[in-house]
């Protein structure tokens, strides 16, 4: 099976289908990009063993960087970075209860020795995951490079925008 | 009263009936394992004595296990186990405002001398809880254990299965 | 190397040996009710592999119940409960910087499918997971069932000569 | 047992005589003030008959306001507000981990129909317990009342007097 | 204006009319028991000058017990307390955004001195606010304590009723 | 274009025109007391150089007070704060995940050298951060100074009214 | 009493002198910027009186800023702004159980219509509390304005050099 | 200034020295691994000009990664983020009153656009910080790779290694 996907520099792992929903800005950061990149449910505690079969052979399947959103005790993205060298990003999903400290916690306190680079809970998280990705990426492909920077100088000019047009209607001058 | 319900051996008790939707997924569990079961509400404030009889009496009765759902100041789980030797194991359910954390540490937080063995909150928390009886149920029935085996070996295949098809439908290949 | 500990009915583990120091309590009740245990070093995160191995090979070897202690993004007794259908007891060992609280929601809220019996924080919940393996294993064993019948009355005669002692050391009846 | 300790009109319940030291201003409030009280070690979990028996017959043997401090999963103030129609007081105790949120949840957050009235954590809530207590007695005892009312003047003296002193050697009035 | 009102043993006070809500249960309980209760909009911060003028008086008008609801810095009942020697007994009202943490802090976190008796966040602390009243009140009132023992046991017997009806619907017990 | 805008007293800031919701009271309250103010949308991330060009020049362009909005990571009033040398008072916007712990904690616990003054989450901060910048500009100004204290006066009269009414409406007297 | 300490242009305040120790450095800050300020203790919840006396006469006394610093359920801050309409400072108190989480949510957490600017919790918020003191004052005095700025650029200054000592001391080149 | 320090890969900021001793093992991990770093003491709100020159040049300089160390509302690696393409790593530095939570929301919930890997709190998370710069950095240069494959396969054999010698002296076999 771990055969299969080759050419995908991304893996984009979560325990449910129910996540997908939570990294499709994600997904569409990547493809916007260019980013060839799998999509991937796969649990620590229900599919333990593919789990590991996965992330063990993630690397020579020519993946760089591991995402990996998991919710409650998140255990997904830490059993991932225990089994492989590559970078892996987590995205702590929201959960019911208490909205998303446990998987905060359960992802961002790894103990030393192995590490997991954390987002944002939810849909920001996500989105950033997607942009922690590229910027790795980048560090060896100027082309990609370029576009990250092209990325951030239109985000920039989105709040520029924004702020002209929110500044001229919303601002109050008549002062006596 | 306590004289009723013979062969039961899992009990599960709340403490209000606006407690059976958390729990049904646990009874339908128990069901689906055959393993006969009641459903008892009890209040360790509002019927105290009932809950101390019922305590009391549960082994005797031919109880096994009993699992006890309970939200807020949630005392029913400890002062269950305060008056029984069996295990007991508590679900704490999420509260309006709280969102069950006030739940959880109540019944988590257990001094030394009485132990519950503590799910997590709500819906996940009750399955886990049947689930969780079965493998101590299971530890003197083979049958039972090769039911839990296959329970997880079915769980396996849904993720593998759903893994399939998510792979197949929102990978991303085209790279240039 | 897992043939070797024959005879355990528990099995203690822990990711480092300095949570030794919080299970001595555990390890001293076992031994009391002169229950056999083994004492393992193994971690979800540095040792994948061997964490695997021991919990699928546990039951085989004749252990009943496993206890695991844990701290921080707490994955081991969620990681073996994920390989095994023997009960699991997790014990949420105190953090430096958040108190446990990363430790105990990365163990308690285990997502539906694969349940944990959480105990308290630190060294109550220790020793508290002793007393819970011994409830379970009293279920099929008379004998052990009525010591620990012993050691709940014990517990009780010592709540009891306590408050007579402070009540008469401490109460103050000059009204007037 | 329950029959002796007459005459006491507060009781001050703990679940260990570690907690004497937290309550120790209480004592010393009550028998400022003259007020008969007996101190008592009872345990919801280690010993609930004892607890339960206690709350029955409170109210019989002429006790009038219960102060109950406990910590962890805090179950005592409860179960004895359970069990009595006298008001209970409680305290929650600080604990190590979680620095005394899990005592205060348990005890604060009580379901509708068994209400404790619930002080601030440790020994400032210790000291509020006793004139808690006070202002309940002093509803039906007007020389109590008075008391209360020169306590109250000599807290507001002592801040007065603080504030002279430390205006006069802490103020800094050399503008220019 | 502090002359009015005359009779009311207990005084119902809270910030906003926004609140009258949560309190309803309240009133509710006070008038089943025949308990004269004033209902008072009060603001520790909007209508300071009252909210001292009204704890100043409260007493002297015949009010025996305050209840204050309030929520985020929720200052009222600590003020209140601040100004009479009465039972003050403390609402702690949700929040949006912190969910009624702030308002339960703000509440019972009282300094030493000056005691608030904290009930459960929201409808269920008020409906104890009125249970806690009764109690206090009910302590030189014996038709008062019958009745207090009569609601008691209304409530046990209704969780009885519920326990009969849904332990024969939802139990099961076919083991083969 | 940090020369525009000339006149405005106050500079309402926030990351995203998704914040205008959350201050529109703020910028009536500013409006009715006839300070003129400017609303502007800077984003600490994403249009760094932007936000710090505007904290350099605020002052010198006139302005007196910068009120600035922000949610998640909230890194906008600390990094305004840290380019001028003019109050800064912060909002924190709620968020979905955290409830705005998140912002609350990113915005008030500025490291000692640069403060921001915090306001509660959401539209209570926001409606307070007017309040607090009148209270600021009144220093120096006795006709705006007339105003906030009959604001308050107002906010009295309307609690006292309140109060009026709901005293009538809802108080119980027919004690037997 | 009221009537002394004339001059004072801030105004330091909290309920009790152990918390001096917290505020010592807003003092030195102060005293080295040579803005006149009286240190007083006063007591929202033991000295009510003479806090809402010093609230209400701060500003004909020459006042202009309130600093004030309180600690659990911090009511001093808010009955302080509610007396007056001068800007008011809160420094939240850490407290020795839940670590000044208390203090903070209770004085930032103001509702609509008094605000309090809040500062950090401990120390830092102390320094911060001056220096935002400064900040104000300095609207209307160009000389104070000046030396705001020489003060941060003296903190930059130190970070500078610091920045240049560490890197040469710390950092590693020997790549090969 | 940014012209020096030519030939680091990795830049480990702080915003003051006292971080040194949460950062050192972090330094020893890159110096073992001969990966040549600077150290940088730069604040987002006291040096900000330097913090943002910083972040704009280090990709220039050759730094593939930028390690950032804060506390508190702890701004800088998401400043820093905010004004360079390369990936920045964060770790929270716990904190003396909310003991790391404030930093640790503060650095991992960015706001969708601009990504921090965070890491744990305190020297496991800087620990980490290290480990994860080297994934990333062995993404291209195989050495490195096996480098880290063999550190992976180091702290294995020590677990192993302290298995052994735990097993051997704490387990209990004398079963009767």
Redesign the interface.
């Known amino acids: 099976m771990e055969k299969?996907?080759k050419?995908?520099?991304v893996s984009v792992v979560m325990?449910?289908?129910s996540d997908?929903e939570i990294v499709e800005?994600a997904?569409e950061i990547?493809?916007d990009f260019?980013?060839?990149?799998?999509?991937?449910?796969?649990?620590?505690?229900?599919?333990?063993?593919?789990a590991?079969e996965f992330a063990k052979r993630a690397k020579e399947r020519g993946v760089?960087v591991i995402i990996a959103a998991a919710?409650?005790?998140?255990?997904l993205p830490?059993?991932i970075?225990?089994?492989t060298?590559?970078?892996v990003?987590g995205i702590p999903v929201?959960?019911?209860?208490?909205?998303?400290?446990?998987s905060?916690?359960?992802?961002?306190?790894?103990?030393?020795?192995?590490?997991v680079?954390?987002?944002?809970?939810?849909?920001?998280g996500a989105?950033?995951?997607a942009?922690?990705a590229l910027?790795?990426l980048?560090?060896?492909d100027k082309e990609l490079?370029s576009q990250?920077?092209k990325y951030?100088e239109k985000?920039?000019k989105?709040?520029?925008d924004?702020?002209r047009e929110?500044?001229r209607?919303?601002?109050?001058?008549?002062?006596?």
Chains 1, 2, 3, 4, 5, 6, 7, 8 share one sequence.
């Open positions: 299969r996907n050419g995908a520099l325990g449910s289908d997908l800005d997904l990547l493809k260019k980013i060839p990149y799998e999509v991937r449910i796969i649990s620590a505690h229900r599919s333990p063993d593919e590991i760089k919710g409650g005790a998140a255990h830490g059993v970075a225990a089994n060298e590559l970078p990003i929201e959960t019911e209860a208490l909205k998303g400290m446990d905060l916690l359960s992802i961002v306190q790894m103990p030393a020795g192995v590490p680079g954390t987002m944002a809970l939810g849909k920001a989105k950033n995951s942009l922690y910027r790795i980048a560090l060896e490079n990250v920077i951030k985000m920039r989105m709040v520029k924004k702020d929110v500044s209607k919303y601002s109050f001058y008549s002062h006596e």
